[in-house]
């Protein structure tokens, strides 16, 4: 039996409340790397439907940092504009994401990380006191400017062949006040997401989501799973 943890169930004691049933059905347990937490979703945009192209995360954390491996499955265009680099609208192409909160409640600040297949990355705090982005509400976005310096990392792989491309990134824990080695134990509120989109469709994109907002809109902050740091 693999050794990596696999949970995506609704109603996880240790990461779920019976208020949260409304809206979260997806929970993920992520222990210490090098053994991963797993989870997959095929999750649309608005919809809530199923058959979404399936996209898989892997997720461990360091003594400084979370792990991430993003896969992206069913591939047919990985398109990008090559003329883009960090902090640019990669998002208006194909992109995959995670949203992060450090604590239990929806948030109103978190981060927003992207990578795109030209392993360009996106990595910004967004600033949403509505948890909705409400039409005439604040809604603003405080990138990190010097990512690589402040220890982000990240490596894409492609194969057109398989028609999948994967990302492996690593986010800091001191971004979120996590103090190094202290990461067991901390609860977090995150949503994974994935746009698609080709050179016959753009600008229209298909939206994928762990747990999928009821609308065309990733940032509704109560749609954001639970997950606990073991």
Same mark, same amino acid.
């Given at each position: 039996?693999?050794?990596?943890?696999?949970?995506?169930?609704?109603?996880?004691?240790?990461?779920?409340?019976?208020?949260? =049933?409304?809206?979260? =059905?997806?929970?993920?347990?992520?222990?210490?790397?090098?053994?991963?937490?797993?989870?997959?979703?095929?999750?649309?945009?608005?919809?809530?439907?199923?058959?979404?192209?399936?996209?898989?995360?892997?997720?461990?954390?360091?003594?400084?940092?979370?792990?991430?491996? $993003?896969?992206?499955? /069913?591939?047919? /265009? $990985?398109?990008?504009?090559?003329?883009?680099?960090?902090?640019?609208?990669?998002?208006?192409?194909?992109?995959?994401?995670?949203?992060?909160?450090?604590?239990?409640?929806?948030?109103?600040?978190?981060?927003?990380?992207?990578?795109?297949?030209?392993?360009?990355?996106?990595?910004?705090?967004?600033?949403?006191?509505?948890?909705?982005?409400?039409?005439?509400?604040?809604? +603003?976005? $405080?990138?990190?400017?010097?990512?690589?310096?402040?220890? $982000?990392?990240?490596?894409?792989?492609? +194969?057109?062949?398989?028609? =999948?491309?994967?990302?492996?990134?690593?986010?800091?824990?001191?971004?979120?006040?996590?103090?190094?080695?202290?990461?067991?134990?901390?609860?977090?509120?995150?949503?994974?997401?994935?746009?698609?989109?080709?050179?016959? =469709?753009?600008?229209?994109?298909?939206?994928?989501?762990? /747990?999928?907002?009821?609308?065309?809109?990733?940032?509704?902050?109560?749609?954001?799973?639970?997950?606990?740091?073991?």
């Amino acid at each position: 039996m693999r050794r990596d943890i696999i949970l995506a169930v609704a109603g996880a004691a240790a990461v779920a409340t019976a208020s949260d =049933t409304r809206t979260l =059905t997806n929970n993920l347990l992520v222990p210490a790397c090098p053994r991963k937490g797993t989870t997959t979703y095929k999750g649309r945009v608005p919809d809530q439907t199923k058959d979404f192209a399936l996209t898989q995360v892997d997720m461990c954390y360091t003594d400084t940092a979370i792990a991430i491996t $993003f896969t992206a499955y /069913n591939e047919t /265009n $990985f398109y990008f504009d090559p003329e883009q680099g960090t902090n640019d609208d990669i998002w208006e192409y194909e992109v995959m994401e995670a949203f992060i909160h450090h604590g239990t409640e929806d948030p109103q600040t978190y981060l927003e990380f992207e990578v795109n297949p030209n392993n360009v990355t996106y990595q910004s705090f967004i600033y949403n006191p509505s948890e909705v982005r409400a039409e005439g509400a604040p809604f +603003d976005h $405080f990138f990190v400017s010097d990512p690589a310096g402040d220890g $982000f990392t990240a490596k894409t792989t492609l +194969d057109k062949e398989a028609e =999948t491309w994967v990302s492996d990134v690593e986010i800091p824990l001191a971004l979120f006040n996590v103090k190094n080695g202290k990461a067991k134990g901390t609860k977090w509120r995150m949503q994974f997401l994935r746009t698609i989109t080709s050179p016959d =469709t753009f600008p229209n994109q298909e939206l994928g989501a762990w /747990n999928p907002p009821d609308e065309a809109n990733f940032h509704i902050t109560r749609f954001m799973g639970r997950v606990l740091f073991i």
